[in-house]
């Protein structure tokens, strides 16, 4: 049985985040810096990973959202 994956464009809404979610990513990346301080000072290894690489996702969201931006824009620049 071969699986195809179903690709479709996204609406324009879904190219930017929301601000309700933009602010709750931006809440969570401050609990997870002060989670971060706190774990630094007498967690194990892992714990500071898990959360470093938490904290790493999240950025790379806005960083996304940011490319996404782009990308739209260039690309109705190029069908108009």
């Given at each position: 049985m071969i699986l195809i994956p179903i690709v479709r464009k996204p609406k324009h809404s879904e190219m930017t985040l929301s601000n309700q979610v933009k602010e709750a990513v931006q809440q969570s990346k401050e609990s997870l810096r002060d989670a971060l301080a706190f774990a630094a000072r007498g967690e194990h290894p892992?714990?500071?990973?898990?959360?470093?690489?938490?904290?790493?996702?999240?950025?790379?969201l806005e960083t996304m959202e940011d490319f996404m931006d782009k990308f739209s824009v260039t690309k109705e620049k190029n069908q108009a």
């Open positions: 892992i714990v500071i990973s898990m959360l470093s690489d938490i904290l790493t996702r999240l950025d790379s």
